[in-house]
């Protein structure tokens, strides 16, 4: 069986073929909250990434393209809340619309973010940095304040366009 891969050409206008690639790697879904003088906002991000320990530091990014990104760039405090592999209406919701908070269970949570209920986990962050990135900003929270659930459910995967979640070999 021969093993051809597609190839992404940086000059070319065509990012297909990367997108494709970026694909292949399965990703947690999760779902980042802020509070605005508009509201409580959200949205949906599988680029959510921890980066040290000692400060409590995470990352994750955002479209420069997504009418929520300047909420989110100037947010002084935001959320990551790591979704359940039944949670993926909710993925489905703050992708779409982020500004509603209509039937979605939530309180606000000790840094003034929004907080959902029944997540794996919850990760209050206070903006800590931003950094330009191509068409993304990366956002670098420090973690005031951290929370899972004691069960051991699942969490949502997110892999070539589709929602999933791991599945344990024994």
Do not use: Y
């Not at 997108?19 to 906002?41: E, H, K, Y």
């Not at 040290?52 to 955002?62: G, I, K, N, T």
């Not at 009418?67 to 947010?75: G, I, L, N, V």
Request: hydrophobic share 40%.
């Amino acid at each position: 069986m021969e093993n051809t891969l597609s190839a992404f050409d940086p000059k070319s206008e065509d990012r297909a073929a990367l997108r494709r690639a970026f694909s292949r790697f399965g990703t947690g879904v999760t779902v980042v909250t802020t509070q605005t003088d508009q509201g409580p906002t959200g949205i949906t991000a599988n680029s959510f990434s921890s980066v040290s320990l000692d400060p409590a530091l995470v990352l994750w990014s955002v479209a420069h393209r997504s009418e929520r990104s300047d909420a989110f760039m100037q947010a002084q405090a935001f959320c990551v809340h790591i979704l359940a592999a039944n949670q993926e209406s909710l993925a489905h919701h703050f992708a779409a619309r982020g500004h509603s908070f209509d039937n979605i269970d939530w309180t606000i949570g000790p840094n003034g973010a929004p907080t959902l209920s029944d997540v794996l986990a919850t990760f209050h962050c206070n903006t800590f940095a931003t950094h330009p990135a191509g068409d993304h900003t990366i956002i670098v929270g420090e973690v005031t304040h951290a929370s899972n659930r004691p069960d051991n459910a699942a969490g949502l995967l997110f892999e070539r366009s589709s929602f999933g979640q791991f599945q344990k070999f024994e």
